[in-house]
């Protein structure tokens, strides 16, 4: 990122290359499955960096702060969304089930979890982005979300206590599990 501020093409090029991927996948989970506007978001994120390269500081890890702008733009996104069904304005957001999360999973399974993904508030549904598909660290999440990582920690194991409750159609034990 030191590179692209000073408007260096070839390191913004390598951080596109790096990074354009998972936040694709990242904006298409939390922007309920909706690739167009994913992909909307991935540009405009990039166009962000490039425009306010110099607000990026050093000193933090440059995935924590990428991550940190898209769930701003998502948070804003949420809020515009609100704000458009509230005045009844169609927004054209369908769900479209066309990713699976595990792709040597059952279909049964799949479509569970997709199920029960979409149930999750925003702030869970962001938790498991950041630690079930980018697989980031604990130290990672708890900067971006402000908060020590044993609060990360808690709150992820009560997302996988959720989940394993809403998917033990698939597991009758889990539910004895979790309780």
């Known amino acids: 990122m030191t590179l692209v501020q000073p408007g260096n093409r070839a390191a913004l090029t390598e951080l596109y290359r790096r990074y354009s991927t998972p936040l ?26 490039i425009q306010h390269g110099e607000s990026f500081d050093v000193n933090m890890s440059f995935s924590t702060w990428i991550y940190s702008m898209a769930h701003n733009m998502c948070k804003n996104e949420y809020r515009k969304k609100a704000f458009r ?24 399974f799949n479509l569970n979890l997709e199920n029960a993904l979409a149930t999750l508030d925003a702030d869970d549904k962001h938790l498991f982005v950041l630690r079930f598909e980018l697989d980031l ?27 394993a409750v809403q998917l033990s159609e698939l597991n009758p034990l889990a539910k004895t599990v979790w309780k």
């Open 24 to 49: 694709l996948r990242y904006f298409h989970r939390m922007l309920w499955k909706d690739h167009e506007k994913a992909q909307d978001f991935v540009q405009d994120l990039f166009l962000k960096i």
């Open 85 to 108: 069904d509230a005045v009844h304005i169609n927004h054209g957001a369908d769900i479209v089930r066309d990713r699976v999360f595990e792709p040597d999973a059952s279909p049964d």
């Open 137 to 163: 660290p604990m130290d990672n999440i708890a900067v971006m979300l402000a908060c020590p990582v044993g609060t990360v920690k808690s709150r992820i194991f009560n997302l996988k206590k959720k989940l």
